[in-house]
């Protein structure tokens, strides 16, 4: 279960990076708490942060369920896949956000593989 | 656990619907990223989404501790009407927020039951 | 394990009793769903809603691997220091925006210490 651990951790420390560059944007683009809008710059980092919470809360039960169901070394590649495509995503949405969807191919299927692949490999097991 | 597991699935890929739908409302009404803003119907799919995450994070754990503490088969039973009550939150949501009010009533007492349940089962074990 | 499961219900409910906060302050300052901004008490109770959800994301696997893996009286008692943080952020935050750092600084680096150390703790065990 090692790798799997430090994949799910290395997704979240990358969430946490990404909350990192939100609290920067803050400063940066002179946007006080509590607003979340007001730079569209601003707004692009923290749409980039929230939207890795959304993937992540399918990401992490999907990821924990099929090691344990599938298979530890398939759940931690696509895990591999997951944080790379969050990373594409990040600087995509960043750049220009219409074109974020490879970022978005890139991670939120995986984390459905994930859930879905481990749900039907608890039904087998 | 396979029926825990399913309801479990079942609660994020309702989820993964309701953000689609966001996505759908994002081009339907014209609300281009990143804003989450702009248009009342595309904020109340915004706002279902962001609700069910929130309930999510509470349901899950709560879940997870009934069923292996109280009951796997109340844990599941419960989960399903989570999951009717978040259906139904999210019709009543979009068609005029301020009956949402039985959708809540349907889905987050019950993330609320299975937290505590299960606290208080893990205690008692 | 029973102290942490405690400690993890605890910062849930802690969360819940953020998002009441959030609903009570939606009806005194007549801030209609959907929005979630126009007034700014109420957008400081909904952020310290949003940033609690944003912190629970790392702590509760974080919490969870290190009782497994490091030590669970460690883990509860940094858990019990979260909580405090959190309630520590959630009042500044509330009473002046800017003020909120030392709540921050009581909650995540928390956060952080048990998802790291639990992640070093699986590969070492």
Do not use: C
């Amino acid at each position: 279960m090692d790798f799997v651990i430090l994949v799910a951790a290395g997704a979240l420390l990358e969430y946490v990076y990404f909350g990192y560059r939100v609290g920067r944007a803050r400063t940066k683009y002179g946007v006080a708490a509590p607003a979340v809008a007001g730079d569209p710059i601003f707004e692009r980092h923290h749409r980039v942060h929230q939207n890795t919470l959304e993937n992540l809360v399918i990401f992490l039960p999907g990821l924990w369920l099929f090691a344990i169901y599938v298979s530890e070394t398939i759940a931690a590649l696509l895990g591999v896949v997951f944080i790379v495509g969050r990373a594409v995503y990040a600087r995509l949405y960043v750049q220009d956000p219409p074109r974020r969807g490879l970022g978005v191919m890139m991670s939120f299927p995986v984390a459905l593989i994930l859930l879905i692949g481990g749900t039907i490999g608890a039904f087998l097991d």
